[in-house]
């Protein structure tokens, strides 16, 4: 099993809040990705990061907002959540002693009213 | 045109049948490849690694067609449990060593 955990699981708010979606990994990679996904769609990198201090934008705009100031700690901020955000947010990371293989965490649940 | 191709399905295959699955890439300096699993609402797990000789786990069988940009996998005997998303992966190594996603391909194993 891989060692990636996301909080929280499900998250139903209002819109206008801000939310920080949390993700942690323990296997010391140094590479960590954000994907949105929408119930029976494909993948969307929408964030991601190679190490420390670094965060580039994936390949579908997003308003969220990454920061990497600890190796095992990569998490998403929405400053003002919209309807528009509703979606599952999966976190992943990977090293390239193994191919970059990616390892998942389970995803967050985000829904916006 | 997407960079990882897959035919979306679903595929509707009766238990025990044997179903295969295409994908195809069009960058040709990919250099590695997988196939990963998705059941529904959950994340993707790797299900397997491809190499260029082609590999096998169990009643799986993975190929890799350099020249026609074409990976494939092979599922004999197939089980209810295995109805699941398949997603093609592609690594091209240079560009950040990114993962490139395929949309997947939707498997439905029926009793």
């Known amino acids: 099993e891989a060692d990636i955990y996301q909080t929280p699981r499900y998250l139903v708010i209002g819109t206008g809040k801000k939310i920080t979606l949390e993700c942690s990994q323990t296997?010391?990679?140094?590479?960590m990705y954000w994907y949105q996904q929408d119930p029976g769609m494909e993948l969307h990198l929408i964030h991601y990061s190679y190490g420390v201090n670094s965060t580039e934008k994936g390949d579908l705009s997003s308003e969220s907002t990454v920061s990497r100031i600890r190796t095992e700690h990569f998490p998403l901020t929405l400053e003002s959540a919209r309807p528009s955000h509703t979606s599952q947010y999966l976190c992943?990371?990977?090293?390239?002693?193994?191919?970059?293989?990616?390892?998942f965490g389970p995803g967050t649940r985000l829904t916006v009213l | 045109r997407k960079e990882v191709e897959q035919d979306p399905g679903p595929f509707n295959v009766p238990e025990g049948a044997t179903v295969a699955f295409n994908c195809t890439y069009s960058n040709s300096a990919s250099q590695s490849f997988f196939w990963y699993r998705q059941d529904c609402r959950k994340e993707p797990k790797l299900l397997m690694s491809?190499?260029?000789s082609g590999n096998e786990d169990g009643r799986f069988t993975a190929q890799l067609n350099r020249a026609s940009q074409y990976i494939s996998l092979l599922i004999r005997d197939s089980k209810l449990s295995d109805s699941a998303t398949y997603l093609c992966v592609v690594n091209i190594y240079g560009a950040g060593n990114m993962l490139t996603f395929g949309g997947g391909t939707r498997l439905m194993v029926k009793p």
């Open positions: 296997m010391g990679h140094d590479k």
């Open positions: 491809v190499y260029s």
């Open positions: 992943a990371s990977s090293e390239p002693r193994r191919m970059d293989e990616q390892f």
